[in-house]
Every structure is written in C-alpha cells, then in structure tokens.
C-alpha cells in the first residue's frame, strides 16, 4: 500500500522544485539543526556580560579570555604571532590606518580597544647630521698614511616601546676619519616630528667592513628625544649588523588583516596583496607584495595559505616563506561581492558570488552552492550583504542589512559537506567565532546591543521543517506517526492537494488518525522543539512500526 516515510531530514534547495526534491529534503527548514539526520532545534541564547558600542555594531575580537573589543566598522584583527607575547598584542585593520594595541594599553576604559597606536615603525624623515670629530689623542697610527683612513656613515632606526623596529632613515654624508680607532664622532640625532606608533627609542648604526662585504652595524641606542649621540666605540665593540632594512610599514590604506600558516600576516590594498615579514606582523617589505589583476574584497588564512576574494577570479597564495609565496589565478569566473562573507573553512574558504557560494583553496574553486541554488533565489538573501562565521564547521551566515542600519533580514546555515542549508529566523550585526571554548558568539539588536552565546541556553528555540510535495496517485492516508524520544510537543500539520487539511497542537507519542481525504499531492509540516527522528503517512495502523 501507499505509504510516505521521511527517516532522514535535510536543509532547503530552493533550486528544485517542491515535487521534484530528493526524499528528505525541505521547501522551507527555519532554525533547524541537521547535524545527526534526526530533525532537532538549536538552543537558544544566552546573554554575555559585557559593554558594546553605541551604534550597530559590526566586528569582535574576544581578548584575553576577558575583554571584548568591538567596533562599527569592518574590521579584522588577528593576535600576536610572537611566542609567549609579553605585551599579548592584537594587530588590526579596518579602523582608519592599520592599528596595534597591547596589554598596557587596550583595557583602560570602555569601549575596547581603549587606545591603539599606528602599526609599523617609519624610517627617520630627517638624516642624522655630524656635529664634530675629536681627533684621537694618540694615535696609533701614521696620519700621513692614507691606507689607514676610514670613511664612515650614519643611520638611524626607530624602535616603539614593543622593542619593535623599523628600516633605517637615509645615510649620514660621509665622516673621514683618519684615526678610526680613537677619534670620536659627536652626532645631532633628529627628533620624529609626528610619532603615533609609541616610538620611544633610537638605534644607531655606522658602516663597518666585515671580511669582504661592508654593512651598517649597531653602535647605540638612545631615547626618543635625545639629540646627541657621542660614537667613541670601536670596531671590536660594534653589534649586530643592521636587520631591518625592509622592515617597512603597512600601506596606509591596508585591509583584511589576517594570520596565514609559518607566521605570515597578509592584508591588501587595492590589487596589492601584502604579506608580513614571518612572525612580524609589523613589518611589510615591498618585495613581498604582489598585485593582481583585479581590486581585492578580501583574504582568508586557509591550512595552506592565502585565498584572495577580488571583484574578478579568486587567487591563491601558499608557501612558507613570505619571499617565496606561490600565486595561483583560480579558473572560476566568481567574484566576491561582500568582504565580509570570506570565512577561512580550514582546507578552503567560503565566500558570497553574485550565483552563490563560491569554495576556493590551493586545489580549486567552485560553485559549491550551484546544486541546490540558482541566481534567482540566491538574490533573496542580498548577498552583497552577507556576513558570515565558521562554527561545528558550518557556515552561519546573515543577511539583509542593505541600509547599512543594523536591521537585517535574517540568517541561514550552510554545511558544506553535504550541501545542507536551513534558514535563521533572526538577525545578528556581527560575530565571533571562539575556537578556545567553541563558541559562537552574536551581537543582537534586540533591544540596543547585545552580546550572546549561541546554542548555549536551557531553553531550546522552536524550529519548523516543511517536507517536499510527496505526488503520486489519488490516495487516502489513513494515518501519521512521528517518531520522538520523548512526548510530540509540537504541531504537525498537513497539506493535500496544497490544500491545509490539519492542524495539530498537543504532545502524543503514538500514531494519530487523519481527515479522510483523497489527493494525490501530500505534504508534511513538523514545528516546535522536540527532536524528530522519523515521519510517516499510511492507509492503515498496521503499515506503521
């Protein structure tokens, strides 16, 4: 006889028609949670005490396992990559130039990031200058014989309170000296006229030949302010050679901060992607940018590397060595339409297409949503809107914001592995994926800003799942059962012929009549909370187990 039995639930594919849906698959699927088979609710929210911003809030950073930074902007900040950070620093972008905040400087009042200070470290603007040379007393060496002469020049390095330190300023004019080991140099040193970055310190460096090769090597550090610098070291008593040449500061217009495998932070600015010097965040050699084809929307930090969402073909940076990154232009015409829909998914990053969802990573891209979506139906959730998080390796995404207001429209879920989405009935400003405690956080502007932990509360939120259009011959069912651990505490509604036929409100375990009615289309509706591992529809009690 006849008979419809649903054993297994899925997400939504608003691509295929109602009657043309594999078996388990829903036309609507509203705070569901998919990840067993069985038909089970998300638990609610749960508030998190903290201090937001006035205004809607768009980016979280969770700080220390205490603080929460927020701001209203697009912004991307990543932690320090240094080992065992004293100063716990978080580097970001989004908030005018690119920014750094520390321990000493984040947490002293509300709302946080307290203070920042510029990121990078400048080179001088102004050239050390020669005040004078004292001649060695006793010299050691025959001043007639030129041989012994040395020409020698200056640099100077600017170094910030985080002992970070920039490329060196221009070379000092030339200083003969005709007694090197015992004439002293008296140097004017030149005071930063603007300093945003916490510049607190100067290092010194002077020429000196080391078997056939001549570099710049350190002399001395002074503070910030002093003028003069008195040189009376000799060779024997020089540092380390000069590091930092390249050590240059972001561009100022740099975006999408992120932290990619082997230490190496990478933003953009326009076309340019731009890779840090390993474990060096503040630092960003010229030679390591490299540009693309079209303007960069944003960057993910996958296992392996970069993924570059632009306004053309996504790209793909991989290597370990910021010198050595190999680029890849992927073959899908796909590009990003909203920067903060890229979300690094581990091997891949997810990102919002004007068709869909568009996976890339070192082995491809693809229209991973192509199957169950079409232009059409994806143009509903405004993509170029969309904002998105990784949580039980998923993709929680919101949508709708299209005043930039904070009143979006909703939500949805995407899992990549099967293809699965369902839809949130709610709308969330921004997010924060907390991988140390696996939680997903959400601001929610219910009534002002609110910070919430998602699925975190006893109370569990209702969900609706509405099955596809079942069509065969004219049929009569007789019967319904669905299948719960515990009593039905949900309603269950029925359709024939697209026609509402039942309504059923209450809690029951066992089998339940229905209407005597004759159709050849049927469709099921199960909302509530209680988790559903089964539905079936027969023409007799005996047809169900």
């Known amino acids: 006889m006849p008979k419809i039995d649903i054993i297994d639930f899925m997400g939504e594919m608003p691509k295929v028609a109602e009657r043309k849906l594999p078996l388990s698959a829903a036309v609507n699927a509203e705070n569901v949670r998919l990840a067993s088979g069985n038909l089970e ?26 603080h929460w930074f927020n701001w209203l902007n697009n912004v991307n900040a990543i932690k320090s990559p240094i080992a065992q950070d004293s100063y716990a620093r978080v580097y970001f972008t989004g908030e005018g130039v690119p920014k750094v905040t520390s321990n000493l400087i984040a947490t002293g009042g509300d709302p946080k990031p307290f203070t920042a200070y510029d990121l990078g470290v400048p080179a001088p603007d102004e050239v050390i200058t020669i005040a004078s040379i004292t001649p060695d ?68 460096y002077r020429t000196a030949t080391s078997g056939s090769a001549t570099d710049y090597y350190y002399v001395g550090e002074v503070s910030v302010a002093t003028t003069a610098f008195v040189d009376n070291v000799s060779g024997a008593g020089l540092g380390a050679s000069l590091a930092t040449e390249t050590y240059e500061p972001p561009p100022s217009n740099m975006q999408g901060l992120v932290m990619g495998p082997n230490g190496i932070a990478a933003g953009f600015a326009g076309n340019e992607f731009v890779p840090s010097e ?25 296992a392996t590397g970069f993924v570059l969402g632009t306004k053309g073909n996504p790209y793909v940076f991989t290597g370990v060595s910021p010198d050595a990154l190999s680029e890849m232009r992927l073959d899908v015409m796909q590009a990003c339409v909203s920067a903060r829909s890229m979300i690094d998914m581990g091997e ?48 929680f995404a919101f949508y709708g914001d299209t005043e930039d207001n904070g009143s979006g429209i909703g939500g949805f879920v995407f899992n990549p592995k099967n293809g699965s989405l369902s839809r949130l009935n709610f709308y969330a400003t921004a997010g924060y994926s907390d991988l140390e405690t696996d939680t997903l956080y959400l601001v929610v502007d219910d009534s002002g800003n609110k910070l919430k932990a998602w699925d975190s509360a006893e109370s569990l939120l209702p969900y609706a799942w509405k099955s596809k259009v079942f069509r065969g011959k004219a049929v009569s069912f007789s019967c319904a059962k669905v299948y719960t651990d515990k009593s039905f505490d949900s309603e269950f509604r029925l359709w024939a012929d697209g026609q509402l036929v039942m309504a059923v409100a209450g809690s029951r375990k066992e089998a339940f009549r229905l209407p005597s009615v004759r159709a050849e289309d049927w469709q099921v509706e199960v909302s509530g909370k209680a988790a559903v591992q089964r539905i079936t529809l027969a023409t007799s009690f005996s047809e169900i187990d």
């Open 41 to 66: 609710s998300w638990r609610g929210m749960s508030d998190v005490e903290t201090t937001l911003r006035s205004g809607h809030v768009k980016s979280l950073f969770y700080y220390e396992s205490s």
């Open 137 to 204: 007393p006793d010299p050691e060496v025959d001043l007639g014989d030129t041989s012994d002469d040395e020409t020698r020049f200056y640099v100077m390095t600017h170094v910030t309170e985080y002992g970070e330190e920039g490329p060196p300023g221009a070379p000092s004019s030339a200083v003969e000296l005709q007694s090197p080991k015992g004439d002293i140099v008296t140097l004017t040193l030149p005071i930063p006229a603007f300093n945003t970055q916490n510049i607190t310190h100067k290092r010194i």
């Open 278 to 302: 390993a474990y060096l965040p503040y630092a960003y050699p010229f030679e390591y940018r490299r540009s693309v084809e079209h303007d960069i929307v944003s960057i993910a930090a996958t």
């Open 348 to 395: 891949f990053a997810l990102y919002a297409s004007p068709d869909g969802l568009v996976a890339a990573g070192e082995g491809g891209a693809e229209l991973i949503t192509e199957q169950i979506i079409s232009r059409r139906e994806w143009a509903e959730f405004y993509p170029e809107t969309i904002h998105a998080y990784r949580y039980e390796g998923q993709y």
